[in-house]
Each structure stands twice: as C-alpha cells, then as structure tokens.
C-alpha cells in the first residue's frame, strides 16, 4: 500500500515537472500580442495544474509524516506497560 502511494506521489511530480517544463518551452518561442491567446491561455493553465500537483504532494507527503509518527506512537503506547491508579490499588490489595 505505502509503495502504491509513493509510486503516484513520484508520477504526480513527473507529470507536474512535465507539464511546467512543456510550459516554458511554448513560452519561449511563442510571440503574442493580446490577453486572449489560446498559447498563453494553456499555459497559465499548465502551470495551475503544476501549482496544484506540488501542494498535493506536500499534502500527501505530510500525511504520511503524520501517519508514520501516530503509528510510531502507537507502538510505543502498546510496548511499555500500563501503570494506573486501579492496577497499583489493585497489586497492593493482593
């Protein structure tokens, strides 16, 4: 599953890689002299895509940041012993 999951977080990252980099290269050789252009139109939305593809990223990448530490804490919790009021009270009646 995790492998799953940072296999689509590195083709998220190729495919926003790719469209900025096919996006600055319709920029450097298109000349255009009004707003609405379609060259320039497609671009600006290439580069919200690639904007998009990078926040995803840092999201899904905290994410599991997240999720390892829970996991790890959790770990922790269920390896060390529990010691309550109730279990101490308990051992000294007995």
Known sequence: MKRTLKNGLALILCAALLAL???????SCHDCSGETCAVCLAIGEALRLTRAAAVLSAV???????ADAGRETLRRV?????????????ELLN
């Open 21 to 27: 980099g096919l996006s600055a290269l319709l920029l």
């Open 60 to 66: 899904f990448a905290a994410l599991m940041s997240l």
């Open 78 to 90: 269920v390896a060390r012993p529990t010691f309550s009021l109730i279990s101490m009270k308990t």
